[in-house]
């Protein structure tokens, strides 16, 4: 069946990059997402990655695909106090519209001024 | 921009009772979904809704679970007969059609079983 793991903590200094990472065991996963969650809040999407490709730029995110490994990565470039939140790894089996996501447990991030 | 909402956003309810959690998908979605997370663990997927019929269930949605879109807006998860263990955060989604269909979640609903 599928898992995703992940870090529980990480902790990061203002201005610095931020690396999370995930590892999962489902070989046919197709999507992979980064989900964001800030206190008292849902799961907000940041950003995903087709299985197909190694890496997506998107303003400070680069997610990173090692498909051979089955690692996912997000980092955050110049990170601010209000990235502080938890980070969730999830993966999607097949392209059909209504495929579940599986989740990570979070990473929790604090960013110190 | 549209979003998912669910109510209430905190339930206590005594053990043995019934809950109803409700959700409001984003509109033209067709694809709707709940999630539970106790607390200190893994988001985990419960069932899966498309065209008025569960298209996915996991092993969680056992017969004290049950879901319904019983008009043309809201998506409503029931447990029959709550435990303990039934306590945690239950987040509703809702997808589109298409090859990419990411899914917006709500806010959450806690349920406190005592």
């Known amino acids: 069946g599928e898992d995703v793991e992940q870090s529980l903590f990480l902790s990061v200094r203002e201005g610095d990059s931020s690396v999370i990472n995930c590892t999962y065991t489902d070989s046919s996963s197709t999507y992979l997402y980064w989900y964001k969650q800030e206190p008292g809040a849902g799961l907000q999407l940041l950003t995903y990655?087709?299985?197909?490709?190694d890496m997506k730029q998107d303003q400070r995110l680069t997610v990173l695909l090692n498909k051979k490994d089955k690692h996912l990565s997000l980092r955050i470039a110049d990170t601010q106090t209000g990235d502080s939140a938890i980070y969730f790894c999830a993966e999607r089996t097949g392209i059909a519209a209504g495929n579940k996501l599986t989740f990570g447990g979070g990473t929790r991030v604090l960013v110190k001024p | 921009e549209p979003e998912v909402t669910q109510t209430p956003s905190h339930q206590v309810t005594q053990m043995g009772q019934e809950v109803i959690l409700r959700c409001v998908p984003i509109?033209?979605?067709?694809?709707f979904y709940w999630y539970r997370q106790i607390l200190g663990q893994k988001v985990e997927f419960l069932v899966s809704f498309y065209n008025n019929e569960i298209s996915e269930k996991s092993e969680i949605f056992d017969d004290q679970f049950s879901v319904e879109r019983p008009d043309g807006s809201n998506f409503t998860l029931k447990i029959r007969s709550t435990k303990l263990e039934d306590s945690a955060m239950y987040f509703c989604?809702?997808?589109?059609?298409?090859?990419?269909?990411?899914?917006?979640f709500g806010q959450g609903t806690r349920l406190t079983v005592v």
């Open positions: 509109s033209n979605h067709l694809y």
């Open positions: 989604a809702s997808s589109g059609e298409g090859l990419f269909t990411e899914a917006f």
């Open positions: 990655i087709f299985s197909n490709m």
